[in-house]
């Protein structure tokens, strides 16, 4: 592998929840991910990271937690590359990399993977916004017509059926005047700032947990230095909410330190 990776987080969603609203041939589907808690972070990855084209048109479906992840998550999205859990305040990037020697040993046969040690390489970056408000709403938005079957041992009494999935997470009232909404469309996660008129811009802020270091690219892109590599993210967009619908906003984000990024409108 090489020693620097250049990675970005919309691959990790290329096919994330494609199963979602099916039930597994066997009975069994085993698709969600382990607690995101700072312990521990799960190695159960949906097998096959590739996808025919086509299947990029599929909206990201965000899951509902009610007991397949550790209660902190509210929602989560999982794909070939690793999984995100959108928690009370903070949204935790669990991100792999396949080493490119293949292990001999064989697959599990449920999730045809192998747990070799050494085949995957992983880091989890944890984003968290200081200042906001720490009772924030986290709510699923425009709901899906498929649910999830999660059934996992012999228990029935265990298994969770008919989760709901949505096409759309946000966090209402992040900071005072504007919301967070999480979306996406062919793979990509996009991140929206919704501004009302009692809400200030400069108020944003993005703390990253788990990187080396940040910085801002000329093109306004957020490179994180990790010690998988190099993940490089959009900067979230921003809007304002007026009494005709809303405006996209032209916001410069800024290198607050080396793991904070704030924001400001950019000049005329």
């Known amino acids: 592998m090489a020693a620097r990776l250049s990675l970005t987080l919309m691959f990790i969603l290329s096919v994330v929840c494609l199963g979602c609203g099916r039930h597994h041939p066997d ?4 698709t969600q991910a382990q607690p995101p808690g700072n312990e521990d972070v799960t190695r159960e990855l949906i097998a096959g990271s590739k996808a025919p ?4 048109a599929f909206p990201l479906s965000f899951v509902e937690n009610k007991g397949q992840a550790d209660p902190a998550a509210k929602f989560l ?14 949204v935790v990037f669990e991100i792999f990399e396949t080493d490119s020697a293949k292990s001999k040993e064989p697959a599990d046969t449920a999730t045809g993977i192998t747990e070799r040690s050494g085949v995957r390489k992983g880091v989890v970056v944890r984003v968290s916004f200081p200042g906001a408000n720490p009772t924030v709403a986290v709510e699923g938005t425009d709901g899906l017509p498929g649910t999830v079957n999660i059934m996992r041992g012999n228990d029935p009494t265990a298994w969770q059926t008919n989760v709901r999935t949505y096409a759309s997470v946000v966090y209402r009232g992040l900071y005072p005047g504007i919301d967070l909404r999480f ?3 062919h ?5 929206t700032f919704s501004v009302r008129t009692d809400g200030t811009v400069e108020n944003v802020r993005m703390k990253y947990d788990g990187i080396e270091a940040l910085e801002i690219t000329p093109d306004g892109d957020i490179r994180l230095k990790t010690a998988l590599g190099t993940i490089r993210e959009k900067s979230p967009a921003f809007e304002r909410q007026t009494e005709s619908g809303t405006v996209p906003m032209t916001i410069t984000p ?4 080396r793991h904070e990024v704030g924001f400001t409108i950019a000049s005329p």
Do not use: H, K, M
């Open 27 to 30: 009975g069994d589907q085993t």
């Open 53 to 56: 084209q086509r299947l990029g």
């Open 77 to 90: 999205l999982r794909g070939p590359r690793g999984s995100i859990f959108f928690t009370q305040n903070e």
């Open 183 to 185: 979306s996406g469309e």
């Open 187 to 191: 793979g990509t996660l996009t991140r």
């Open 254 to 257: 800024l290198a607050r330190d």
